[in-house]
C-alpha cells in the first residue's frame, strides 16, 4: 500500500509535527511499509486464536488479606509538619 505525500502531510499536521520537506519521501515509505505490514496481519485467520490478556500465561500474584490492627497512629503523625488534637493540620482554602 502506497501513501500519497499528501496524507502524509495532513498526518504530521494533524499530530501538529514539523516534518521537514527533504524527510517526507523517507517518512512516506517508512509509514508505507509499516501499514503493509499489518495488512499481512489482517490477512491471518484468527477465528480458533483464543484472546489472552497477557503475552505469557501466569496467574496474578496475591498475597493473603489479613487484618493487622496495630496502633501506628503516633508514627504517622510524626512526619506531619503541623498536627492537631490527633490529627494532621492542614490551612484553611475556603471561607
Same mark, same amino acid.
Given at each position: ?18 516534518? $521537514? ?7 512516506? #515509505?517508512? /509509514? ?5 505490514? !499489518?495488512? %499481512? ?23 493473603? $488479606? ?7 497512629? #503516633?508514627? /504517622? ?5 503541623? !498536627?492537631? %488534637? ?10
Amino acid at each position: 500500500m502506497s501513501i500519497p505525500i499528501e496524507t502524509v502531510r495532513h498526518v504530521a499536521a494533524l499530530a501538529r509535527l514539523h516534518v $521537514d520537506e527533504a524527510t517526507l519521501p523517507a517518512l512516506t #515509505e517508512q /509509514l508505507s511499509n509499516i501499514l503493509n505490514l !499489518v495488512n %499481512q496481519l489482517n490477512e491471518l485467520d484468527t477465528q480458533d486464536v483464543v484472546p489472552m490478556s497477557h503475552a505469557v500465561d501466569m496467574p496474578t500474584p496475591e498475597r493473603p $488479606d489479613i487484618v493487622v490492627n496495630t496502633q501506628r497512629k #503516633e508514627a /504517622l503523625l510524626a512526619n506531619a509538619p503541623d !498536627v492537631a %488534637q490527633g490529627h494532621f493540620q492542614v490551612p484553611k482554602i475556603i471561607e
